[in-house]
């Protein structure tokens, strides 16, 4: 099982690093009925922006949006996930 948290944008880059950047991304969701996404938007908001007028104080999260839904994740990336 792989329990690497990714907590940072720094986290990320560095996890996909090693990766060919010509291979899909994907985002798995769902553990319990396991299900595979496109990724579709990235944004970046304070991580209290309410919306409502009030202004931010929080540092920034950088948040990426889930696309379309593809269809069931595989057997073995699910495995790899731990949700099996």
Known sequence: MN???IATVADLIATLGRYDPATPVRCATQPGYPMEHT????ACTSDDADGD?????????VWLGV???LGYLPAPAADILGWT
Not at 39 to 42: E, F, G, N, Q, Y
Not at 53 to 61: A, E, I, L
């Open 53 to 61: 007028g009030t202004p931010p104080t929080d540092p920034p999260v």
């Open 3 to 5: 329990d690497n948290r």
């Open 39 to 42: 990724l579709a938007r990235v």
């Open 67 to 69: 696309g379309e839904q």
